[in-house]
C-alpha cells in the first residue's frame, strides 16, 4: 500500500494567516505515525509556494516545508522560477527554464512537472517538459504518480476553469502510453475535486491557505468565492496492493 499527502496552494505571503496555516498541516503531517508500513510514501506540494514570488516569501516556506517525510514541491502561476529555485530548491545555476523534478522511493515514484506560464495564470506543459515526462515514465518499474499545478480538465469552478491547463491534448496522449501511471495530482483549484483524465484518476487537492467556493455555494466570481475563514484541508491518496486508488480528505484545525 502507497499513501501520500497532497497538499497544494499555500500562497506564503498572501495574507497574515498564511504562516500558520501552512505550518498546523505540516505539525499535522509530522505527528502522524512513523511506522514504515503504514507511513507516508511522500508529501507532495502542487504549487502557488509564494503568493508573490519573493525571496522572503520562499525562505518561509523553505522552513514551514521541512519535514522527516519525504517532500516533493512544485511551481504554479503564482511562483517565480528563478526564486523558486534560489531560495527554495537551492539551486543557483538553473535559470528560468521549467521546473520539473523526480523524487524516486521504494514504493512509487513521483514526477512533479512544472505547468506554469511567466506572466500568465493559466497553464501549459511545453515539450521539453512533455519530453522529459515521458523519458521519466520509460524508465520506471514501479508506480509513477504525475503532479502538476493546473488541471487539465473542467472542474466547474468559473474562476479556476478560465485559467487552468492549456492544451492538455500531449499530455493526455502521453499517458495513454504508459499505463504505470495510477493518478494525475493537481493543485491550483483551492477546493478537493475527483474526476477523470487520460483514463485515470484526477484529484485535486484542497487549497491551505482558503477555499474556494463553487457556483452552487455562491461563489460565481473571484471577489465572492475565496474563503480564508473555511480550515485548511489536505488529501490523502492511497494506492492498494489491487491498484485501486482512494483519497480521504482531512481538515487540518
Not at 79 to 102: C, K, Y
Not at 164 to 178: T, V
Request: hydrophobic fraction near 40%.
Amino acid at each position: 500500500m502507497i499513501v501520500i499527502a497532497h497538499l497544494s496552494d499555500i500562497h506564503i505571503g498572501a495574507t497574515p494567516q498564511s504562516v500558520d496555516r501552512a505550518a498546523s498541516v505540516m505539525r499535522y503531517l509530522d505527528t502522524l505515525p512513523a511506522d514504515l508500513d503504514a507511513g507516508l510514501d511522500a508529501v507532495l506540494v502542487t504549487g502557488d509556494i509564494a503568493d508573490h514570488g519573493l525571496p522572503e516569501e520562499y525562505e518561509e516556506a523553505r522552513k514551514l516545508l521541512s519535514s522527516r517525510h519525504p517532500v516533493l514541491v512544485g511551481p504554479g502561476n503564482h511562483d517565480v522560477r528563478e526564486q523558486f529555485r534560489r531560495v527554495l530548491l537551492g539551486d543557483r545555476n538553473g535559470g528560468a527554464g521549467p521546473i520539473n523534478q523526480v523524487l524516486r522511493t521504494d514504493r512509487a515514484v513521483y514526477a512533479m512537472c512544472d505547468s506554469s506560464i511567466p506572466g500568465d495564470d493559466s497553464g501549459h506543459l511545453d515539450d521539453e517538459t512533455l519530453a522529459w515526462l515521458d523519458d521519466v515514465l520509460a524508465g520506471a518499474d514501479r508506480p509513477v504518480f504525475v503532479a502538476f499545478h493546473h488541471p487539465p480538465t473542467p472542474l466547474h469552478s468559473p474562476v479556476v476553469d478560465g485559467i487552468r491547463l492549456h492544451r492538455p491534448e500531449p499530455l493526455e496522449e502521453l499517458l495513454g502510453r504508459h499505463p504505470q501511471v495510477p493518478a494525475v495530482l493537481v493543485g491550483h483549484a483551492h477546493t478537493g475535486a475527483a474526476t477523470t483524465f487520460a483514463g485515470r484518476p484526477l484529484l485535486a487537492a484542497p487549497g491551505v491557505v482558503s477555499t474556494l467556493k463553487l457556483p452552487w455555494e455562491g461563489g460565481t466570481t473571484f471577489a465572492n468565492c475565496v474563503d480564508h475563514d473555511l480550515p485548511p484541508s489536505i488529501a490523502f491518496h492511497v494506492l492498494d496492493d489491487t491498484g485501486r486508488m482512494t483519497t480521504h480528505y482531512r481538515v487540518v484545525a
